[in-house]
């Protein structure tokens, strides 16, 4: 049996629930913690970076999709 899997968190910097893929959502350590941070904050924090002349935060393509159940 196969199937898709999808996490469900809140947003360490806006507090909203939010889906991702365990594997590739964008974090931040807290306490020695990984937090998970929505599309909307990366995109505004990237977006900040890029003004002030550094390289944004990598996000890869599957953050934010479901993964095979067996990746688990």
């Given at each position: 049996?196969?199937?898709y899997a999808i ?9 909203k ?7 590739a ?19 505004k ?8 002349g550094?390289e ?16 688990l």
């Amino acid at each position: 049996m196969s199937g898709y899997a999808i996490a469900h968190g809140l947003c360490i910097n806006c507090g909203k629930v939010f889906s991702f893929n365990p594997h590739a959502v964008p974090s931040i350590r807290v306490e020695g913690v990984r937090e998970p941070v929505c599309w909307p904050c990366m995109t505004k924090a990237n977006r900040e970076r890029v003004a002030n002349g550094l390289e944004p935060f990598p996000v890869r393509e599957d953050a934010y999709e479901p993964i095979p159940a067996e990746e688990l």
